[in-house]
């Protein structure tokens, strides 16, 4: 296997790799500069003679009450109308940006970061996130004068609220479970993580049939993520052997990615779900592009999988967008990544946790099986990620480094990867290494951070 050394997302002032954010009330997750983003995209999508509308969604975080009516300004000050559907998952507002006919969406979540955090994702019409490119030019109108963006008072936006937001979502959410199915007889624990999922998660299970349990479905404002959801599963593990569970769900803040639990507590991250997926719909004929995508942070397990049932893995940059783009460049429908994110693009157009695992629950149906043992699709390859923070040069410009990268990357051979990159959003170096065995990994391992640790303190 090839190693690759990535330099992560471009670097911009306020967007990231998926949108903009900080600390909430501090620049730029505060309220002047949601203001002025609102502005900026108004007028950057302010196009054409027809009435222009954007849809706003947030999660549960206090700070959404701060942004939400800031952007809301800025849009109505621009000339575009504003639809407000409060705490729904970022899915959610893909959907209603579409069917609404909507010129942009926004949803204000920091997914799965604490409380003090929040974001601000923007979607096209088209209910996918923003280019790179489009970012940046949003970010060059919000850098100039937006006096230009301000309309005329008696073109100013109107701001309304849709009351059947939760509705809409729900019932697609529904029609993603396959017709002549049920879950009656399964019980599910969902953990909603105190979050924008909340209402509409256990709504869904209960309505297609499940025994429903929910948990972190008490936001409170600084609740959100807080020992819960996908990135703390540990009391969903045990209230799921517990209450004698089926499937435990856990989502995170915004509800765009998914972990799962199995009957016995064990986890089931994105790698699993995405080969499970792949395995029965390449059996059904419904996988589209010849097998997935996914990014370079997925375990070779999966590879390997997929190889031997003749699918490819396509490999992307970290992020669900990169994985996105590449799914409609190669004609895939479904594609993830390893913390849960989960694009079926049969349904949506972002990452939709609580749809992946219905897709999940279908194959437990079908299959008359417990999760342990369909949800166990490969065996996973021993994989260890250490994060390296340093200042000034990148040590990965080092010759040495470069060197050292290439000879331990040339003595694993097949049997291991190694992947080095930047992040796109702080000075870190990512340093990742998969290999057959323990003890050949740790090696890799050890070498390589012990070189670049070198350099950083020299």
């Not at 306020?14 to 203001?35: E, H, Q, V, W, Y």
């Not at 008696?154 to 879950?183: H, M, V, W």
């Amino acid at each position: 296997m090839s190693s690759k050394i990535l330099p992560g997302s471009p670097r911009r002032k306020l967007f990231g790799t998926d949108g903009i954010r900080g600390t909430a009330n501090k620049a730029p997750m505060d309220a002047s500069t949601a203001l002025r983003l609102g502005q900026a995209a108004g007028q950057y999508f302010n196009r054409g003679t027809h009435r222009h509308r954007v849809v706003i969604g947030k999660d549960t975080r206090l700070s959404g009450y701060m942004l939400e009516p800031a952007l809301t300004a800025g849009f109505v000050s621009a000339g575009i109308d504003v639809v407000l559907v409060g705490p729904l998952p970022t899915p959610a507002i893909a959907l209603l940006t579409r069917s609404l006919r909507a010129d942009l969406g926004v949803m204000i979540s920091a997914s799965h970061n604490p409380h003090e955090d929040n974001g601000i994702k923007l979607f096209g019409p088209d209910g996918l996130k923003l280019s790179d490119e489009q970012e940046s030019n949003i970010e060059v109108l919000m850098d100039g004068d937006l006096s230009s963006a301000l309309v005329a008072p008696a073109k100013l936006g109107r701001a309304s609220r849709l009351e059947d937001a939760p509705g809409r979502y729900i019932e697609a959410a529904k029609q993603s479970f396959p017709r002549g199915l049920t879950l009656e007889g399964l019980r599910v624990v969902v953990d909603c993580a105190h979050g924008a999922a909340y209402k509409v998660a256990p709504t869904v299970l209960w309505e297609l049939g499940a025994e429903v349990v929910s948990v972190g479905d008490a936001p409170d404002g600084f609740n959100i993520n807080r020992g819960v959801g996908s990135t703390a599963p540990a009391q969903l593990a045990a209230l799921v052997q517990e209450r004698r569970a089926d499937l435990g769900i856990a989502l995170d803040g915004d509800a765009d990615r998914v972990v799962l639990i199995d009957e016995l507590g064990n986890l089931i991250d994105g790698d699993q779900i995405l080969a499970l997926i792949a395995a029965f719909w390449a059996k059904d004929g419904r996988l589209k592009g010849g097998g997935l995508v996914a990014t370079v942070m997925s375990n070779m397990g999966l590879e390997r999988f997929l190889k031997s049932r003749d699918l490819v893995l396509h490999r992307t940059a970290v992020g669900d967008r990169y994985v996105g783009e590449r799914m409609r460049e190669l004609g895939c429908n479904l594609g993830g990544e390893q913390s849960g994110h989960m694009i079926i693009s049969d349904f949506g157009t972002t990452g939709d946790g609580l749809i992946a695992a219905l897709q999940v629950l279908a194959v437990l149906v079908e299959q008359q099986r417990p999760a342990s043992e369909v949800c166990r699709v490969f065996t996973t390859l021993p994989q260890r990620l250490v994060n390296i923070r340093f200042t000034g040069v990148s040590p990965l410009r080092d010759a040495g480094v470069q060197s050292l990268i290439a000879a331990e990357e040339k003595s694993l051979g097949d049997a291991g990867r190694v992947l080095i990159r930047a992040s796109g959003t702080e000075p870190v170096i990512r340093v990742m290494v998969e290999a057959e065995e323990e003890s050949r990994l740790n090696k890799v391992l050890d070498n390589l951070c012990g070189a670049i640790r070198a350099k950083v303190h020299a």
